[in-house]
């Protein structure tokens, strides 16, 4: 079983739609959680970084964890045609680089227009 | 501010070559992290640098091997090269401050091996 599983798509929406990816994982001792957006021929950029569980909201980004059924999402709302990217999810234990970042393998979404 | 450097974009060998890789981080920033990013996978943990020391290692053979240079750049090399290394090499780095270790990613290399 792989730490963390992220289902890789395709997702395709509409223009407009809200979009809901997820993670699951199974070390409990994950307490950073992030989500990155790779767009194709780049780099993965830091879109919503989380500790512990809750959510944090930044503009029409969400993002939730719920460590106690081991489950992150990022809610994508009124979504674009420039979302349309790779969403990969990422945790550590701790927050210093001693602790190794786990990566999903990551959803591709496609935002019709 | 510039951001994470690397170079090459390309970078085609043949089975059995060694292949070496660079990446200048943020200004400021002591750690270098590497990752390799297979089709079809996730980011795969290869190595980090912080004040030009390796700190960690990921489950990698040790023909994967690097440095970090005085000026914080570091330097991927990957001998006997394998169909398999091919792959994208994307270079992060971070303050390492604890409570801020926030990565920032390279474009990446795209390494084939023929």
């Known amino acids: 079983q792989k730490e963390v599983e992220q289902d890789p798509g395709p997702l395709s929406v509409p223009e407009g739609a809200i979009v809901s990816l997820n993670c699951t994982y199974s070390?409990?001792?994950?307490?950073?959680f992030m989500w990155y957006r790779q767009y194709s021929r780049k780099g993965p950029e830091l879109l919503m970084y989380?500790?512990?569980?809750g959510n944090k909201e930044d503009g029409r980004f969400t993002a939730q964890v719920d460590k106690s059924s081991k489950y992150i999402s990022l809610f994508i709302r009124d979504s674009q045609p420039s979302d349309s990217a790779t969403y990969l999810c990422?945790?550590?234990?701790?927050?210093?680089?001693?602790?190794?970042?786990?990566f999903g393998a990551g959803t591709r979404l496609f935002v019709k227009a | 501010e510039a951001g994470v450097t690397q170079s090459p974009t390309h970078l085609i060998k043949t089975r059995g070559q060694q292949a070496t890789l660079r990446c200048s981080p943020i200004?400021?920033?002591?750690?270098v992290y590497w990752y390799q990013q297979a089709l079809g996978l996730g980011l795969q943990f290869l190595l980090w640098?912080?004040?030009?020391?390796?700190?960690n290692r990921g489950n990698f053979p040790p023909r994967f091997s690097g440095r970090q240079f005085p000026n914080y750049s570091s330097e991927l090399n990957v001998n006997a090269l394998e169909l398999e290394d091919s792959a994208l090499y994307l270079c992060?780095?971070?303050?390492?401050?604890?409570?801020?270790?926030?990565?920032?990613f390279g474009p990446g290399t795209r390494l084939t091996v023929l």
């Open positions: 640098y912080d004040e030009g020391e390796e700190r």
């Open positions: 989380t500790y512990s569980s």
């Open positions: 070390n409990s001792a994950f307490q950073y």
């Open positions: 990422a945790m550590s234990e701790g927050n210093t680089g001693g602790f190794k970042t786990i």
């Open positions: 200004s400021g920033h002591t750690s």
């Open positions: 992060a780095s971070s303050l390492a401050v604890l409570g801020t270790d926030t990565q920032y």
